[in-house]
Structures are given as C-alpha cells and as structure tokens.
Nanobody, 115 residues
Framework: QVQLVESGGGLVQPGGSLTLSCAASGITFNIYTMAWYRQAPGKQRELVASLATDYGTNYLDSVKGRFTISRDNAKNTVYLRMNSLKPEDTAVYYC?????????WGQGTQVTVSS
C-alpha cells in the first residue's frame, strides 16, 4: 500500500519560512520523481517544484529563489523549504510521486501566509 504523508504546514506571517516534509512508503522511493503541487481556493492545482532521480529540478517561476526541493533517499522523504513566504503562497500543498504511469498523491497539508 502506497502512502505519501505530508507534514510541516501551518500558519506563518509574510516573510516567514516553513519546511514541508513528505514521507513515502510502499514504493521504491529512489526511482521516483518527487514533486510538490499546490492548490489555492478556486484555482487549479499547479506544480510548485519537482526533483528527478538525477537530482534535476524544476520550479514554478513565482517561487524560484525562495523555495528549495530536496530529497533524502535513505529516509524516503522529500522536502520543500519555503522562504520569504507571501500571502499568494497560501494553498494546500500536495506531495506527488511519479514513475512512468505510476502516480501517487499525498493527502495535502495547508499552508496559510497571513499577518
């Protein structure tokens, strides 16, 4: 049974930082491309950052220079370090694991940026 369990979300003031974690089980973690998506109310889910098995990365333009995705294959965990948070970063953040046609999602964690 595949499980992706996110943690680390919460309420933070503008300019603050958060680190999201996603612990995976039930998959061969090191062969999967891992990614973070987000979905704000009334908006479509969008790709925030992805990290391939060769450690190639891809970032949403609006988070470049502020967010960093990383992975620890020994812990089967992917992280998203978010700095200089803005109110427009408010969303539910989802962990995603992909290997060819095998795609798995976490349940999501809420990030709210507000003063």
């Amino acid at each position: 049974q595949v499980q992706l369990v996110e943690s680390g979300g919460g309420l933070v003031q503008p300019g603050g930082s958060l680190t999201l974690s996603c612990a995976a089980s039930g998959i061969t973690f090191n062969i999967y491309t891992m990614a973070w998506y987000r979905q704000a109310p009334g908006k479509q889910r969008e790709l925030v950052a992805s990290l391939a098995t060769d450690y190639g990365t891809n970032y949403l333009d609006s988070v470049k220079g502020r967010f960093t995705i990383s992975r620890d294959n020994a812990k089967n965990t992917v992280y998203l370090r978010m700095n200089s948070l803005k109110p427009e970063d408010t969303a539910v953040y989802y962990c995603n694991a992909r290997w060819f046609n095998a795609v798995h999602w976490g349940q999501g964690t809420q990030v709210t940026v507000s003063s």
